[in-house]
């Protein structure tokens, strides 16, 4: 078997590996390995071979790595407004119950709010979705 074959046997591995597991690094170590393999097709040596799906492999790793360290992390699921819609919304305090709580409609039902905020004085009047937490939501003063 060529070492054009292997290199190609191997970067189909890694890339269905990565399909099982969902680990985009490994798509970037099977570009290496790819790039191992066109190297032997060129006739590199196996040498020139390895050092090259290294540099592209590991390459392609430390810039992902890099880009994804330079992105803002995601927020977490009870506060992602793409997870739950009704973040950012605007609900009506009628009045804060003793508890720091207070029932607001919203959507057709009645809801459990708590205050962002605990330490602001609650006053009622227009506040916006800011978390969900289970069934509560989190608001806090427009």
Known sequence: ??????????????????????T????????GLVAGALAATMGLALVGQMLLAAA?????????????????????AHANPDVHLDIGETVHVL???????ASVHFRGAHWTAIAA???????PGNYRIKEMRGNRLVIEKL
Not at 24 to 31: E, G, K, R, S, V
Request: zero cysteines; aromatic letters at 10%; a negative charge.
């Open 56 to 76: 592209i492999g590991g390459g392609a790793v430390a810039a992902w790595h890099w880009r994804r360290r330079q992105s803002p992390a995601s927020l977490a």
């Open 117 to 123: 905020d605990p330490t602001e004085p609650a006053h």
């Open 95 to 101: 009045r804060w119950n003793a508890d720091g709580t």
């Open 24 to 31: 985009f690094y490994l798509l970037m170590l099977a570009t």
């Open 1 to 22: 078997m060529s070492d054009a074959s292997i290199w190609w046997l191997l970067a189909g591995t890694a890339i269905a590996v990565e399909l099982m597991t969902g």
